[in-house]
């Protein structure tokens, strides 16, 4: 099995999607391992002195002025866990929540949070042991860290709470740990402010997110060609000259993408022989490149914010490398909940182009000789009709989902946390988006492949062919009399979800962008 290795200086995307989504194993670094024991020490040496230090010796948040004697210090790290792990609604996914932990341990591993070697042990051990403690859909306000989130995880540390274990069954996390041989963690000074004073929750969601939209874009151009093919458009509006002109890096992408997807194709370029031709393409048609362009180039902003948290080391307060105990805000969400929003903005308008171009497939008096709705005898049939229906309603619901969360802010802790980010909140509806965009893109992708099979005597491109035998290899059936719908779209929604989309096409076409 893959091990990934953690140490001082983050980890990578790569990383995340390994441990959240195929099990990998976790490991600590020798390095990560001799800066977590010597940041202790300096903790160790904070905490003996008659000097309050917030995190070590304080309350927390509004209660940071009460100074905790030493004998109140272990039960003030546990109460802290217990208390905070006040989630409710739905459980989070399970690729989520082992996300959050393993970026939490990130954070530990690279020596500034204080904790003891143990501690980040035990966090791994979790991880390894396929423990996926019970965290509920709401409770963070995205600023002092994922806070509710975050302290369900601590608490499962602590052998208190339930969890998933590795066969998919909820138990309590006591029987579990015993069953893997994990001591539950007897918390000590500063340990539970820093298992949960971070923005794990939310980063984890969006490095999650950015691995399903860069093979949703890919998909998406290979579905926008499919739809030009089908509708008698042109390609000439793909080329590179083109966009060279006005440079956005996605849009150049994205037309190359289409391009070679509609390489041999003899239905491209017939519009002007039609009985009422066309000057130009509709813009649904023409445009794909500079819409999902667009997208592209917000997806690689997001990536960029996500590398440098990826990198970065948030608790509060952190251990510098100098030795001083610092506070500070780096556990706020804004740079965090901004992209979110952008992205689920970008998949909201994606998601609207791509049903424009179905709707046009669909109907008789802009399809350009194809029958109504794709149906085989319209009006006894009904084609595709409410397929487009289900298809707009995910769009409608994607609008509602691309209004920012993050300009939103509800004062916490006695006006301690005045402004927070909601990040985590902007992270869970664009989770939603995604999963509704990947549905719009395989209802197109239905479309398209039966209105080019209804293009007698014009041969499609290699590479549409190769989409479409695949697709109809996995189970989605082609043109014919009306049948029980909802089985080929749920087949459909798999075939590009799992990526089979591009699997199909890029042995024909090359690596697509």
């Known amino acids: 099995m893959h091990t990934v290795v953690v140490g001082t200086s983050g980890v990578t995307a790569e990383d995340v999607v390994a441990v959240a989504r195929r099990r990998a194993r976790v490991e600590l670094s020798g390095e990560a391992l001799d800066a977590l024991a010597a940041a202790r020490e300096i903790v160790d040496a904070l905490a003996a002195e008659p000097e309050p230090v917030y995190g070590v010796s304080t309350g927390f948040g509004a209660l940071a002025t009460r100074h905790i004697g030493q004998d109140l210090r ?22 989520v929540v082992r996300a959050l932990m393993f970026l939490r341990l990130k954070t530990l591993a ?5 904790v003891r070697p143990e501690v980040a042990r035990a966090m791994a051990g979790l991880l390894n042991a396929g423990i996926t403690p019970v965290v509920h859909e709401f409770g963070s306000l995205g600023c002092s860290g994922d806070l509710a989130p975050l302290s369900h995880c601590a608490l499962a540390l602590m052998g208190e709470g339930d969890a998933e274990g590795p066969d998919g069954t909820v138990r309590p996390v006591a029987e579990l740990l015993a069953e893997h041989g994990i001591e539950p963690v007897r918390l000590r000074e500063k340990e539970g402010l820093a298992l949960l004073n971070g923005t794990d929750g939310m980063l984890g969601m ?3 997110a950015i691995a399903d939209l860069g093979r949703l874009y890919t998909s998406a151009d290979i579905t926008a060609a499919l739809t030009l093919e089908a509708l008698l458009g042109t390609d000439r509006v793909l080329a590179p000259e083109l966009h060279a002109i006005r440079p956005h890096p996605g849009q150049g992408a994205s037309a190359a993408n289409m391009l070679r997807v509609l390489a041999g194709s003899e239905l491209t370029g017939h519009f002007q022989q039609e009985e009422a031709p066309r000057v130009q393409d509709a813009y649904s048609v023409r445009c794909a490149p500079q819409v999902a362009g667009a997208g592209r180039d917000t997806l690689a902003y997001a990536s960029v914010v996500a590398g440098r948290e990826l990198a970065s080391a948030v608790d509060n307060p952190v251990v510098l490398p100098d030795g001083r105990v610092e506070s500070n805000g780096n556990f706020h969400g804004a740079p965090v909940g901004y992209v979110l929003d952008f992205l689920a903005i970008a998949a909201a ?7 424009r171009r179905t709707d046009r497939l669909l109907d008789r008096n802009r399809s350009h000789g194809l029958p109504a709705f794709l149906a085989e005898d319209p009006g006894v049939d009904s084609g595709l009709m409410i397929a487009q229906y289900t298809q707009a309603a995910l769009v409608s619901e994607m609008k509602r989902l691309a209004v920012p969360a993050s300009v939103d802010s509800i004062p916490s802790s006695a006006m301690q946390e005045d402004h ?4 985590w909140s902007a992270a869970r509806k664009l989770r939603t988006a995604v999963d509704n965009l990947t549905r719009i893109v395989a209802v197109e992708l239905y479309a398209a492949t039966r209105a080019i099979e209804l293009r007698h005597g014009l041969t ?8 479409i035998a695949a697709l109809r290899a996995a189970g989605v059936q082609g043109p014919g009399p ?3 719908l909802a ?21 024909v076409t090359g690596p697509l962008a």
């Open 420 to 423: 927070v980010s909601m990040g």
């Open 460 to 467: 499609p491109a290699p590479a549409s062919r190769a989409a």
């Open 482 to 484: 009306d049948r029980f």
């Open 74 to 95: 272990a039960r003030l790290q546990r109460n802290i866990v217990r208390s905070h792990a006040a989630g409710m609604g739905p459980r989070v996914e399970t690729e």
């Open 349 to 355: 308008d994606l998601g609207s182009i791509a049903e």
């Open 206 to 208: 969006l490095v999650l």
């Open 110 to 114: 690279s020596g500034r949070t204080g």
């Open 487 to 507: 089985p080929d779209l749920a087949a459909a929604d798999a075939f590009v979800r799992e990526g089979a989309l591009i699997a199909a096409v890029e042995p």
